[in-house]
Each structure stands twice: as C-alpha cells, then as structure tokens.
C-alpha cells in the first residue's frame, strides 16, 4: 500500500467533501467525562437532526481532544498485517492527535459471539460478516451512522452492501468488501455460451463433461425461486422467517431443477466434489464463488472465464438465476469512548483508497464503486463477474429455520425426486419447516 498516495487523497477529501459531525448524543451523554466528545457535541451541528454538513467537523474533533485517544480494533487474522498498516497511515493524517490503537485477532464470521459475549467489552471498532447484523443491532453493539466525516457511505456503495448494513431503514456499519456471493465459471474450450443454462448443458454433453451445481444448499438453491419473483425473508422479530417458495411458479422452478439434472449434465457437487471435478478434469463449469475461482483459473488456463449466472428455462420462460451474496462490515460500538475517533477510523478503513488497496494486497473485492470501476479490479475475471451479478442478488439475511428444510428440498431435486413425490407437496413441506416458530 502506498501510505504517502493514501495519506494526500483522505486530506483531500476531508476539505472537499460535505461533511457533517457524528456521534449517538445518548453515548455522549454517558461518556462526557472522556477526552473526547463526538463531534456533532461540539460543532453547533446536530448528527441526529441531519443538519447541514460542516466543513469543521474533522478540525473540531481535533480541537475537542485534549489527551491520547485509546482506541481498539478487531480485524481477521488474515487482515492482520495490511490493517496494522492502514491505522499507521490513520495516525499520520493527524500528526497532532496521540493515538494508542490496539489491533486484536477476530473472525468476521464469529465476532458477533466474541461481541455479545460482553459488548461494553469489546471493541470500539470492529469487523463482521454482515449476516449478523440483526442481533448485533438488537444487542445494542452498534452505533448507527447518523452522519459522516468524509465521504457518503451510502452513495460510495453498491447499493446491496448498504442494504446488508441497513436494520430498519438505518445504517448500522461501513461496507468494507462485496465479494463474498457465487457466480459461474467456465472453460471456454467447452462452453461457447455462457448466457444460458440450456445452452452451456448442450456445450457440456458434447464435449462429455459436467456442469456443478449444489443444490442441496440453500445458499445455492435460493437463487432458482428469486429468478421467479419467489422469496425466502427474514422477519422483523429476526428470527423467524416467511417464505413463498409454494405459490405460483415454484413448482415449475422444481420441475426445470428435475429437468436439469435428468440430462446427465447438472450434478449435485459440493465444494469439494466440484475442486477435484475441476482437476481432473471431469467439470467444465460450475456455479460457485471466489474461493474456488483459482483452482480453476489454475486447470483451464487461458481458457478460464467467469460470468453472471446464466438465465434457466423455467414454466417455459428465460429466468435471470438470482443469488445470496455476501459482505463484510466494519461496526463501531456505542460504548467506545473515543467514538467520533472510532467512527472517523470505520471511515477510513472502509473508504475508496483503503478497499483499492485492499483488493490490490488481499484480492478482497472491494463495494466501493469507484474502487470496483478500478481497472486492476475490472481485469479480475471473478470480482467482474461477481459484479456482473450484483443487480440479480440478494443480500443473505435468513433466520436458522431456512437451512435444514431448503437442504432437504435441493437433495431430493438433486436425486431426481426418487420417491416421485408431488411437486407441491415437497415445496409445502419445505416451507413449513422455513416457516417454523423458532426455537430460542
């Protein structure tokens, strides 16, 4: 990462943009005794109000902070070297600002446990995978991002990652990345055309090989019924879950599941499955995600490609495959002491130059626009096709309910109905159990 670029664009940005002073007043209220006061307390300008942006909001959290500002930030393992390099840029922008950042190891895919585990505890500023953002929000473990200090969170995104960090029509957390969702890559020596389905299984049979599909996880399976306008949601109790999978078209979304998979072509395979099918050479496409990108990039060669999902022929009509996707957080808690600083690093950990550098270090996609319209970024086949079918995705918020009946529902589509149950039956049943009351 290039401090010195990062360090000249972030002062940039905080004299031109239209900035506003930030802070939860009830926070401030309980921590007034700290060394730092939010700045929406000091800038005649109310953050909860939404009030006209000031240009002073950085300069008046510097002129409020009268001793060194403690600060704790939780990042994954992974991000552990390229985020300790981040908060020493952080500190060079304010030359005059003593800092004592403390930089800890946490999953995003537990840190919700480690925070609810005590959220005075935890840390002031930290990230998460964006599926648990409901009982972080329920918890009182983040601070809403009433107003910003330098730049738009919610216009510099893509749209869904702000849907992901939006509970109740507030935004709770800065989008850092968009790369966790699934789209289709390909051998081009085989598959000629890669925008439809029926297609890519005429292309496969030819050339005698496999296309993987896991429709066993509802992760996967998902995407079948949104192509049709069908929906699984969560609830505002966020626990429990409504589902239309058993209204009009959802029995033809089982039946062209069937077809598929009676070709001989469409196979069941699990993660596992589809990196040795890949390998030995037995698959030439499969509907995944990054994390299996480079195996194949590795055993195709030049003739790996990835695209958005192919349209299907579903109840006799050609249906864009939806999907889940995916996002990684960052969150700052309300009960940091330091929060206007908290927040201003949330910021800058999650703004355009940081993800540039991110994707550039990590290969972590970024859900900054301008970052994603990047040229390094464009010439990624996999984050290109990942944002290729960002407008068909959905954001992954499901209660537990969802997983065990849309499995049980994929693996009998999978096996081709073995027991010839009815269609609307299966589908019946399945959103019974989605439905179900959950178990606290």
């Not at 001793?67 to 994954?76: H, K, Q």
């Not at 952080?90 to 895919?109: H, M, Q, R, V």
């Not at 510099?156 to 702000?162: E, I, R």
């Not at 984050?383 to 290729?388: F, G, K, P, R, V």
């Amino acid at each position: 990462m290039k401090k010195k670029f990062l360090s000249i664009a972030l002062a940039s940005m905080m004299v031109a943009a239209a900035i506003t002073g930030c802070g939860n007043p009830e926070v401030a209220n309980d921590t007034e005794e700290t060394q730092t006061e939010p700045a929406a307390d000091n800038s005649g300008d109310s953050a909860e109000s939404g009030g006209e942006a000031s240009a002073d909001a950085v300069q008046n959290l510097i002129n409020n902070t009268t001793g060194p500002v403690d600060l704790t930030l939780w990042a994954s393992e992974e991000d552990q070297d390229f985020t300790q390099g981040v908060i020493e840029d952080f500190k060079a922008l304010y030359p005059d600002i003593t800092f004592n950042i403390t930089l800890g190891a946490e999953s995003e895919s537990t840190a919700k446990d480690k925070v609810l585990t005590d959220v005075e505890a935890a840390a002031d500023v930290y990230t998460f995978a964006h599926d648990q953002i409901n009982d972080l929000v329920n918890a009182g473990a983040l601070q809403e991002v009433l107003a910003t200090y330098t730049y738009d969170v919610k216009n510099a995104n893509v749209q869904t990652s702000v849907d992901a960090a939006t509970v109740g029509g507030k935004l709770y957390a800065y989008p850092m990345t968009a790369d966790n969702g699934y789209f289709m890559f390909y051998n081009s020596e085989v598959i000629k055309d890669p925008s439809n389905l029926e297609a890519m299984i005429a292309d496969a049979k030819t050339a005698g090989k496999k296309i993987a599909i896991e429709f066993k996880n509802g992760w996967y399976l998902y995407g079948f019924f949104k192509a049709v306008g069908l929906d699984a949601t969560l609830n505002e109790d966020g626990k429990t879950n409504t589902c239309n999978w058993n209204g009009e078209g959802g029995v033809d979304v089982c039946q062209a599941i069937l077809d598929a998979v009676a070709s001989g072509v469409v196979v069941n395979m699990d993660d596992g499955t589809t990196v040795t099918g890949i390998k030995d050479g037995t698959v030439c496409a499969a509907i995944n995600g990054i994390w299996n990108a480079q195996v194949a990039a590795d055993a195709w060669g030049e003739n790996y490609e990835a695209s958005k999902l192919p349209t299907m022929k579903i109840g006799g009509k050609d249906c864009q495959l939806s999907s889940y996707s995916g996002f990684k957080l960052i969150g700052v808690n309300p009960h940091a002491k330091n929060i206007g600083w908290a927040m201003l690093l949330a910021e800058y950990l999650t703004s355009e130059e940081v993800q540039t550098a991110r994707f550039e270090a990590r290969n972590l996609g970024p859900s900054n626009i301008n970052a994603a319209s990047s040229d390094a970024v464009k010439s990624d086949k996999a984050i290109s096709a990942l944002a290729a079918q960002a407008p068909f995705s959905t954001p992954q918020i499901i209660g537990g309910n969802y997983w065990s009946p849309a499995e049980t529902l994929g693996q009998i589509l999978a096996s081709g109905n073995p027991d010839n149950t009815d269609l609307q039956q299966l589908l019946d049943t399945a959103v019974e159990g989605i439905t179900a009351p959950a178990n606290d």
